[in-house]
Each structure stands twice: as C-alpha cells, then as structure tokens.
C-alpha cells in the first residue's frame, strides 16, 4: 500500500519561497516516479514536476521552470518542491502523486496511481 503525506504549505507574498516535502510510503520506492500537481479552485489539477526514483531524472512544466526545483531524499524516502519566485498564479493545493515506472513525461494526473491529501498554498500580491 502506498501512502504520501504532503507537508510544507502555507501563506507567502509573491517573489517569496516555500518547500513542499512529501513522505512515501511504498514497498520498492526505486520502482517509482513522483510528481507534484496542483489545483486551484474551479480548475483542473494541473501537472507541475515530477522525479524519477531510480535515476534522478526530472520534468517540470513550463510554468514553473526555472523557479522549481524537485529532488529526492533517498534516506528518508522524501521529494521535496523547492519553490521560488512564487507569484500569484501560483495559487493552489499541491498534491503529491506516485506512479510505478520510470517515466517522467507524464503529465496527466490519469497516470498517477496514489495521491496524497494535499497542502494549500497561498500566494499574495
């Protein structure tokens, strides 16, 4: 069974950073891909970055090139989402999502099997 549990939102003003951590729980992390998606109220939940487990390999949106960065904490079996400049737009709550695989061109939230609860993220102009 796999669980994600999302951690690290909150309120910042816009050009500002947060980290978004989330902690998995799978039985062979290594076999996996995560990703982060976020949804803002009345859209769809929109693909934001995504790693590779195995090798490290990662794919982000164009949105958020550039101001993203995700990585991976093999020890803790922790991805973090460094996130700066944050602007506005940037409003929503964040899921965290695994797929089994190595691919990390997925960009449709079909793709991604488990899915953590989310955390919001407020940013102010």
């Known amino acids: 069974q796999v669980q994600l549990v999302e951690s690290g939102g909150g309120r910042v003003q816009a050009g500002g950073s947060l980290r978004l951590s989330c902690a998995a729980s799978?039985?062979?992390?290594?076999?996996?891909?995560m990703g982060w998606f976020r949804q803002a109220p009345g859209k769809e939940r929109d693909f934001v970055a995504a790693?590779?487990?195995?090798?490290?390999?990662?794919y982000y949106a164009d949105s958020v090139k550039g101001r993203f960065t995700i990585s991976r904490d093999n020890s803790k079996n922790t991805v973090h989402l460094q996130m700066n400049s944050l602007k506005p737009e940037d409003t929503a709550v964040y899921y965290c999502?695994?797929?089994?695989?190595?691919?990390?061109?997925?960009?449709?939230?079909?793709?991604?099997?488990?899915w953590g609860q989310g955390t919001q993220v407020t940013v102010s102009s």
């Open positions: 999502a695994a797929r089994q695989g190595w691919r990390v061109t997925a960009q449709s939230r079909y793709e991604y099997d488990y």
């Open positions: 799978v039985p062979t992390v290594r076999n996996y891909v």
């Open positions: 790693i590779s487990w195995g090798d490290g390999s990662t």
